[in-house]
């Protein structure tokens, strides 16, 4: 079964990480939670989320695809994370498949695995570059790396992730079943 790790710290977007975990374990991938300070990561507007185990545990070369949520506090926490950052550049150096929405394009950008187009949430782009920043599109894949704007998007963005893993087929299917208009 191809895995993808979904690492939380304290911070995270809670709308966007639930999203990534519930579209992507319903399209059939194995999806590891991994906290990054401790096993139970408290979400941006104080939603505690318990998770599988921490990332200290996580063998990079069991993993087809890495996800980040945004939310401002937690992605900081993952640009500075050096377990994180050297998961990011492990990930790429592999060419495996790299994702992140919301503020989280920033943790990319910091272990210099952001690819040249991207989007993400509207001002994070400031903090990033301006190059290569689309605003008008909800998800740009760029390669092996995925980008998303924010909460809004990211039931689109979980199945595109389903999508490029599990196939076309999978994804109209899961669309159809959770009643999406991506």
């Given at each position: 079964?191809?895995?993808?790790?979904v690492p939380l710290a304290n911070g995270f977007e809670?709308?966007?990480?639930?999203?990534?975990?519930?579209?992507?374990?319903?399209?059939?991938?194995?999806?590891?939670?991994?906290?990054?300070?401790?096993?139970?990561?408290?979400?941006?507007?104080?939603?505690?989320?318990?998770?599988?185990?921490?990332?200290?545990?996580?063998?990079?070369?069991?993993?087809?695809?890495?996800v980040l949520p945004g939310g401002w506090g937690g992605?900081?926490?993952?640009?500075?994370?050096?377990?994180?950052?050297?998961?990011?550049?492990?990930?790429?150096?592999?060419?495996?498949?790299?994702?992140?929405?919301?503020?989280?394009?920033?943790?990319?950008?910091?272990?210099?695995?952001?690819?040249?187009?991207?989007t993400c949430y509207p001002s994070i782009e400031n903090?990033?570059?301006?190059?290569?920043?689309?605003?008008?599109?909800?998800?740009?894949?760029?390669?092996?790396?995925?980008?998303?704007?924010?909460?809004?998007?990211?039931?689109?963005?979980?199945?595109?992730?389903?999508?490029?893993?599990?196939?076309?087929?999978?994804?109209?299917?899961?669309?159809?079943?959770?009643?999406?208009?991506?």
């Amino acid at each position: 079964m191809n895995q993808i790790l979904v690492p939380l710290a304290n911070g995270f977007e809670e709308i966007e990480a639930i999203s990534i975990i519930d579209i992507c374990r319903r399209g059939g991938l194995d999806v590891i939670v991994a906290g990054v300070d401790d096993k139970t990561a408290m979400g941006a507007h104080n939603i505690p989320i318990v998770t599988d185990c921490l990332i200290t545990d996580v063998n990079v070369d069991d993993l087809d695809m890495i996800v980040l949520p945004g939310g401002w506090g937690g992605t900081k926490v993952l640009a500075e994370n050096i377990t994180v950052q050297s998961l990011l550049k492990q990930m790429q150096e592999d060419g495996k498949l790299i994702g992140a929405i919301c503020a989280a394009p920033y943790a990319l950008d910091a272990a210099g695995v952001l690819n040249d187009n991207y989007t993400c949430y509207p001002s994070i782009e400031n903090k990033i570059r301006l190059e290569g920043y689309s605003s008008d599109q909800n998800i740009v894949i760029d390669g092996k790396v995925m980008t998303s704007q924010g909460v809004g998007t990211a039931i689109c963005f979980a199945l595109e992730i389903v999508k490029k893993i599990k196939g076309d087929d999978t994804y109209q299917a899961l669309k159809k079943e959770i009643l999406a208009v991506c």
